[in-house]
């Protein structure tokens, strides 16, 4: 079965996480605030995205990977900012013996929205220059 995406999809996506690291979702449980003050993101914001309404700010999206312990493309990912084959292309932008810039990446994509094209190109930048998790131990590790 095919994965959705979109907005919807990426506030159940959130919900599912939140509320598998204890945040109590429910109307009087709290978990939003909590959420909010733990990973420096606006409530209104958290409630906006966990009610189907996305986020494509970078700055939203890399403090959600930050909090929720997982790495930024995955994250985008299932924002909908990158798929799976762009974000390997972001990853590893080699394409037989050239490399390409992220404005080349992007037009071999078809990505033709202005503001789409423009967080395409910011968050290949912030990948290239984050650092992975090594999931075992949680040391940083650099990928080239």
């Known amino acids: ?4 995406s979109g907005p919807k999809a990426f506030g159940l996506w959130l919900r599912d996480q939140l509320t598998s690291r204890g945040y109590d979702l429910g109307i009087r449980g709290g978990g939003q605030t909590k ?3 733990d990973s420096g993101i606006g409530r209104a914001t958290v409630s906006r995205i966990l009610g189907g309404h996305g986020a494509t700010d970078t700055r939203v999206l890399a403090l959600l990977a930050d909090a929720l312990r997982l790495p930024l493309g995955e994250v985008l990912v299932q924002a909908g900012v990158l798929t799976r084959e762009a974000l390997g292309a972001v990853q590893n932008p080699e394409t037989g013996t050239r490399r390409i810039t ?5 037009d071999e994509l078809g990505i033709e929205d202005d503001q789409a094209r423009r967080v395409f ?3 290949t930048h912030t990948l290239q220059r984050t650092p992975t998790r090594d999931d075992d131990n949680g040391r940083q590790i650099a990928e080239q």
């Open 1 to 4: 079965m095919e994965q959705q």
């Open 35 to 37: 959420f909010a003050e």
């Open 102 to 106: 992220p404005e080349q990446a992007a």
């Open 121 to 123: 190109v910011s968050m």
